[in-house]
């Protein structure tokens, strides 16, 4: 069992930056690929980026590819996201999840564990 406990969320104006952290349980964090999604007001939950397991190759969303960057720690078993020139349509809530391979996956019913969601909210 994996537990995910995110943290960094926050109200920011557009063009600032915050960073989102991870924290994971599990002895095998590091074979694990992680991802980040996202789900704003009345829309449907939305990939945003992800790392793969041993290797740390990560994959992007096209909206924030250039303002958002994920990474990982194995020895502290966390993923972060940081993001820059945040935009009011990148509010929502996101999520961290763990997926049980290495392989990395754009889809969240690939993902067998979930954080419980922290707030992003940008004002213009």
């Known amino acids: 069992q994996v537990q995910l406990v995110e943290s960094g969320g926050g109200l920011v104006q557009a063009g600032g930056s915050l960073r989102l952290s991870c924290a994971a349980s599990?002895?095998?964090?590091?074979?694990?690929?992680m991802g980040w999604f996202r789900q704003a007001p009345g829309k449907e939950r939305e990939f945003v980026a992800t790392?793969?397991?041993?290797?740390?190759?990560?994959y992007y969303v096209d909206s924030v590819k250039g303002r958002f960057t994920i990474s990982r720690d194995n020895a502290k078993n966390t993923v972060d996201l940081q993001m820059n020139s945040l935009k009011p349509e990148d509010t929502a809530v996101y999520y961290c999840?763990?997926?049980?391979?290495?392989?990395?996956?754009?889809?969240?019913?690939?993902?067998?564990?979930w954080g419980q969601g922290t707030q992003v909210t940008v004002s213009s």
């Open positions: 999840a763990a997926r049980g391979t290495f392989s990395p996956s754009y889809y969240s019913r690939d993902y067998d564990y």
């Open positions: 599990g002895r095998t964090f590091s074979s694990y690929a």
């Open positions: 790392i793969r397991g041993i290797t740390a190759i990560t």
